[in-house]
Structures are given as structure tokens and as C-alpha cells.
């Protein structure tokens, strides 16, 4: 098997993970079972496969379910046998109806209730439905790799015991079961725009998560909540072929070219926005959403508004992130020195960006000695390989490049991100979808 092979490979599993696993948890009513049925159909497919067929999602579909009514048949208990018998004639029976119709929102909800921590339910449908591996569940909310682990361990332990169903929530349950499933699309888009490891852009993920956030819109319009996380997400999408030049390396924002921008999602961005606007409910998303469409509005970046937006921001959600995020913005308006008084007592262990934010704004200063000592502690916790050949460019680039610059400003290490970047759910945080 060549080396071609296996990346195909690794690109259907990324692709096909999420959809297959909660299609057979509706077929199976058991996401435990579901799950390890998948991985089994993929263990195969890598042992099956010399390459891959037209409908791969559909042969790990009907391979798992295969494997699953083999696991059934060596069971030996009353109940086995029945899910065996109804596993056997899922095919005629019908679908189930209700508000939620799509499999993976259906899931996201399922895994979302009430019974389980918050923390345990983001991890679990992140792992399910996104296909994160745990160390990069770890990266979004800057813990450890162990905490991840044992957080899904417990929460499918506490499927199992209380007995949850694979089911659609009633209507007016909805409401009380969003925010974390909010928290998930938003967390499973940072994964694809910015990812942990492997190539910086994961189209996978941030499709899917768009996908899924215009489904969750559909199904609750009036959640002005919703419609600020679409928006936030189709803005950001917007840039994306601007992100990195021809030879894959980041571009800033301020360097980007605008006439790769989207306008098309520019356009239905800004829309939501307004009609955010109009109902004049403000939360985390809808404020990150409109920072977006001020960058994406005109030939050049309002900073006082975003400053503004950043305030309000940080008001309602007083996190580390947001805090970082608001002194890039202090740093176009009022200038390095005061974005370094801002983020004093700004702690954020194991982020790369907080070092790399403070290497630049030491950059603009000429404390050259310092910025570079930055810059290596930003490049020793940076976990993907694109954002550490962008700060060692940086750091390169120090003297010369400041110097010739002059007072120009510029955006974060990175590029400015989108909305505030990230908001603190459940405790935690997520990372940044720069």
C-alpha cells in the first residue's frame, strides 16, 4: 500500500468519521457500539482497500453495520438479540421524525444532555462527531491531553449507566441543550481553520461545522445566537483563500489579498449580522461576528470599532482570550506600549499566541532581545508547523523588517482573528480560529 493510499485514507476518515458514527448510532441506538463499529469498518477498509471506492462513507457504513450484527449474534443475552432483530430490519422501518432530521445534529444534541458535565459533553461530541483525536481536543481547550481522555471515558460511562437515549430532543427542550452545542460547531471550525497539527487547513471540518451551523439555524431561526455563530463562521470562512501565499506560508491580514475574499459568504455574513443587529439580544457570538464584519467591511479595518466591540466583548465575557485579543486591537489604536500594559496578568499557560503576541508588540518598541526571547517561547508551544515557520520568519525578520516599517502597525502574529477568537464555555477554553 503506497503512501498516496494512505493519505486518501486519512483524508476519508477525517471526511467520513463524524457521519458515520452517528448514522449507526441511529441505527444502532448505542453510540459506544457506534463508535467501535466504525473503527472496526475502518480497520478493515485499510486491510480491504487497494483504493478507495466511489461512496467510501457508505462502505463504512454498511461494513460497520455488518460488524455490528456480528458482535450481536455472539452475544448471548435477551437484550443482544433484540437489537440484533431490530439492527436486521432497520432498513424498513421508518425515520424517525421530528425537529432535528439531520443524523450529526441529532447526535450533537444526544450528546449535549443535561445528565453529562458540560466539559464531558464537548470533548465526547467533539471525539464523535468531529474525529479530533484526544491531544487535539487538548489543544482547543489548552488542558491536558489525560484530562481529555478521562472526560470521554466518563461521559460514555454515564451514557451507559443512565440509560440516555439516541434521540430527538422536544421542542422545548432545544433551548436549554444550545450552548454547548454551539460551543462544539464553533470549537470543531477553530479545528479546521486552524488545526493542531498536519496541514494548518482542515476544509473538512470547517465545511462540516458550516453545514451543521446553518442546519442548527434552519431548525431554531429566532436564536440570535445561532444566527451570530453562522455568521462568525461564514465571515472567517470568507478569508480563508487569502490565508496562506502560493508556497503555503501565513499571510497577515493586513497583507492579504481582498479580492480572494468571498463575497458571496462576505455578503450573507453581514446580513446575519444585521438582522442580529435588529433584535438587539447581544451574546459572545453575535459580537465576534460583527468584529468579523468590520474587518471584512471596506479596503481597510475600522481598529476603533473593533476596539469598541472588543470592550463590549470583554464586559460580557471577561476571559484570558478575549483579553489578549482586545490588546491587539489596543495596539492599532493607542500603540504597542499601551497594548503591553493591557495584558499584564493576562495568563494563558501553553498558548503560543500570548508570547507571540507580546514578540511583536516588544518588536514595535525595538527591544529586539526581548522580542526574540518571545518569539522562542511562542515557537516552542506552537503544535503546528505552519505557525512555527511563521515565527521563525518573524524572528528573522525582527531588526530589518521593524526598522524599514518604521510606525506602521500591524495585526496579530498570525493575522487578526476572527471575532475575538475565542470565548470561554463551560470554564474552559477553546482555541483560537485564527
Not at 462513507?57 to 460497520?64: D, H, K, L, S, Y
Not at 442546519?215 to 455568521?231: C, I, T, W, Y
Not at 518569539?375 to 506552537?382: E, F
Amino acid at each position: 500500500m503506497d503512501l498516496s493510499f494512505d493519505t486518501d485514507l486519512a483524508s476519508i476518515y477525517r471526511a467520513e468519521y463524524g457521519r458515520c458514527v452517528a448514522t449507526l448510532a441511529r441505527l444502532l441506538g448505542d453510540i459506544n457500539l457506534a463508535e467501535e463499529a466504525v473503527q472496526d469498518a475502518f480497520t478493515t477498509a485499510l486491510q480491504k482497500w487497494q483504493t478507495p471506492p466511489p461512496n467510501p462513507g457508505a462502505w463504512i457504513v454498511t461494513t460497520a453495520r455488518n460488524r455490528a450484527v456480528d458482535r450481536l449474534r455472539r452475544e448471548s443475552t435477551r437484550e443482544a438479540r433484540h437489537a440484533q432483530a431490530l439492527l436486521l430490519h432497520q432498513q424498513d422501518e421508518p425515520r424517525e421524525v421530528g425537529p432535528v432530521q439531520d443524523d450529526q445534529l441529532r447526535l450533537m444534541f444526544t450528546c449535549c444532555h443535561p445528565a453529562l458535565a458540560p466539559e464531558a459533553r464537548t470533548a465526547l461530541t467533539l471525539r464523535l462527531l468531529g474525529g479530533l483525536d484526544v491531544p487535539e481536543i487538548a489543544r482547543a481547550y489548552l488542558i491536558q491531553e489525560a484530562t481529555v481522555a478521562q472526560r470521554i471515558v466518563r461521559a460514555k460511562k454515564k451514557i451507559r449507566d443512565a440509560a440516555i437515549p439516541y434521540r430527538v430532543p422536544a421542542a422545548h427542550e432545544l433551548p436549554d441543550r444550545l450552548p454547548p452545542v454551539l460551543t462544539v460547531l464553533y470549537l470543531m471550525f477553530n479545528e479546521g481553520y486552524a488545526s493542531t497539527a498536519g496541514p494548518l487547513i482542515r476544509t473538512d471540518l470547517c465545511t462540516e461545522a458550516i453545514r451543521l451551523a446553518r442546519e442548527l439555524a434552519a431548525l431554531m431561526p429566532d436564536e440570535p445566537e445561532v444566527l451570530g455563530l453562522l455568521a462568525l463562521l461564514l465571515l472567517t470562512e470568507a478569508r480563508r483563500p487569502a490565508r496562506l501565499d502560493p508556497a503555503g506560508e501565513l499571510v497577515l491580514l493586513a497583507d492579504q489579498d481582498r479580492s480572494l475574499w468571498n463575497v458571496s459568504l462576505i455578503a450573507e455574513g453581514h446580513d446575519l449580522v444585521r438582522r442580529c443587529l435588529r433584535r438587539n439580544q447581544p451574546g459572545p457570538y453575535q459580537i465576534q461576528a460583527a468584529i468579523s464584519a468590520v474587518h471584512t467591511d471596506g479596503a481597510a479595518t475600522d481598529w476603533q470599532q473593533v476596539l469598541a466591540l472588543y470592550d463590549q466583548l470583554l464586559a460580557l465575557a471577561p476571559t484570558p482570550v478575549v483579553a489578549l485579543n482586545r490588546a491587539v486591537a489596543v495596539a492599532e489604536v493607542h500603540g504597542p506600549t499601551v497594548a503591553l500594559a493591557a495584558l499584564e496578568g493576562v495568563d494563558l499557560p501553553g498558548f503560543h499566541r500570548l508570547p507571540a503576541t507580546r514578540a511583536e508588540l516588544l518588536a514595535r518598541l525595538g527591544r529586539d532581545d526581548e522580542a526574540r526571547a518571545a518569539y522562542d517561547q511562542a515557537m516552542a508551544l506552537a503544535t503546528n508547523e505552519t505557525e512555527r515557520a511563521h515565527l521563525r520568519t518573524r524572528r528573522r525578520q525582527l531588526t530589518r523588517e521593524w526598522r524599514a516599517r518604521g510606525p506602521r502597525r500591524r495585526g496579530d502574529p498570525d493575522e487578526e482573528p476572527p471575532g475575538d477568537g475565542g470565548v470561554e464555555h463551560a470554564g474552559r477554553l477553546p482555541r483560537l480560529a485564527r
